[in-house]
């Protein structure tokens, strides 16, 4: 498997997935409980050799992951430019090689490629490191935020261009500010 030193955005996206399926953002259940929620995790967010990687996981082996997770998610809640970057160069150290590979229009791009024998461990970890790193150099350290929701335990890596982006889950812990603004105005209304 090979990350493309460019595609941080891609890399920081899997980051920000993986710190969100912790058991502390969803009131105790984990979102990575067991081999086939990694499974699907990397068929979703990957490309094949990466789900390939994920199948062949062991128990001690999704341990591993959830102790990246926790890891990265340290990583994202104290964003001192410093810190982010000797966390995130340490979790490249399953690169294997460096290379280039196609790109658009004839160009290559710098990767990286996994070691011989790389876990999903490693593979993720690679992932995670590219990402963060990329975002320190590209966008800066600002971009590691908690979710902006009161409600949420959520954090993520903000890629968006201009860089305003809230929560962690856009389409969910925004829905649960409408959901809770609803409420209080109800409740307000109520003992009116
Ligand atoms: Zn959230």
Partial sequence: MQVALDDYVWA?????????????????????????????????????????????????????VHGLRDTVRSLIDHPSRERLIAGAAALTSPIGGTTLVPGPANHTRWAVSLRPGATILDALSLICGIGVLGVVQTLGEKRFRSCGSPTCQGAFIDTTRPGRRRYCMPGLCGNRINVANHRARQAAARTR
């Fill in 12 to 64: 920081a996206g899997i980051a920000t997935e993986l710190v969100n399926t912790a058991p502390e953002v969803w009131h105790g259940e984990d979102h990575l409980p067991d081999l086939a929620s990694l499974v699907t995790f990397a068929e979703l967010h990957g490309p094949d050799s990466l789900a390939t990687l994920a199948r062949q996981a062991r128990p001690a082996g999704l341990r591993a």
